[in-house]
């Protein structure tokens, strides 16, 4: 498609479920990033994938998250066990690599609220 | 660390006067610094960036920032607002790597322009 698309764009779950949340990049973008908006928090970096490199979790906020990333272009995000303070949007975003290239396309979000 | 700091929270100006977002960075490098604007329930969408040289940079909807090095600071500005441009901004900073590095955002200012 002509830009990032994420699925689903709500999700309303109940305390202690999993959640899964799936992100399709821009076709040839081999960085995909994760990051969660929350109210009054400002957007914050998850998760990074760059080709095949080993991905950068050093922003997942605890072993409940994870993601990952297959054949290099769709990601998901799973969010075990919900807790009420993981409601926020949470945003993917696909870039190409190099020097100057590094603009990073954002996809419409997953709103989550966990109940 | 990299760090990004936008002191408003609100932006108030009227329609067809001139509008600056301010944004201040640190970080313990060379800087990439981008702007992003994000409208009601949407993405983010990339405004323009800052990789070198010039450093007044020119992005979309008439939309510039200056770099300043000696002043670390980003500001966004327009020479005549619009009422379509009330939106929530994000400044952003990543390091200049032969690879991408994940972006960090400041909070946002929340741009309202009056007719």
């Known amino acids: 498609g002509a830009g990032v698309s994420q699925s689903p764009s709500n999700k309303v779950t109940e305390k202690g479920k999993d959640v899964e949340l799936r992100c399709d990049p821009i076709s040839g973008h081999t960085a995909l990033y994760w990051y969660r908006q929350s109210l009054g928090q400002g957007l914050e970096f998850l998760i990074y994938?760059?080709?095949?490199?080993?991905?950068?979790k050093s922003g997942l906020p605890s072993d409940r998250f994870s993601a990952e990333r297959t054949g290099g272009s769709v990601s998901t995000l799973t969010i075990q066990r919900t807790q009420q303070e993981d409601s926020a949007v949470y945003l993917c975003?696909?870039?190409?690599?190099?020097?100057?290239?590094?603009?990073?396309?954002f996809g419409p979000g997953t709103r989550l609220t966990v109940l | 660390a990299q760090s990004v700091a936008q002191p408003e929270d609100q932006v108030n100006v009227a329609e067809g006067n001139p509008l600056t977002v301010k944004c201040t960075y640190s970080v313990s490098g060379n800087p990439y610094l981008f702007w992003y604007v994000q409208y009601p329930n949407r993405g983010l969408q990339f405004l323009l960036k800052y990789i070198t040289g010039d450093n007044l940079v020119k992005g979309s909807y008439g939309f510039e920032a200056e770099f300043n090095k000696s002043q670390t600071s980003f500001h966004l500005k327009k020479p005549s607002a619009l009422v379509s441009d009330s939106a929530l901004y994000f400044c952003a900073v990543s390091l200049q790597f032969s690879g991408n590095t994940p972006l960090v955002f400041g909070k946002g200012t929340r741009l309202s322009v009056i007719a």
């Open positions: 975003a696909s870039s190409l690599v190099g020097q100057g290239r590094n603009e990073q396309f």
């Open positions: 994938f760059q080709g095949n490199s080993a991905p950068d």
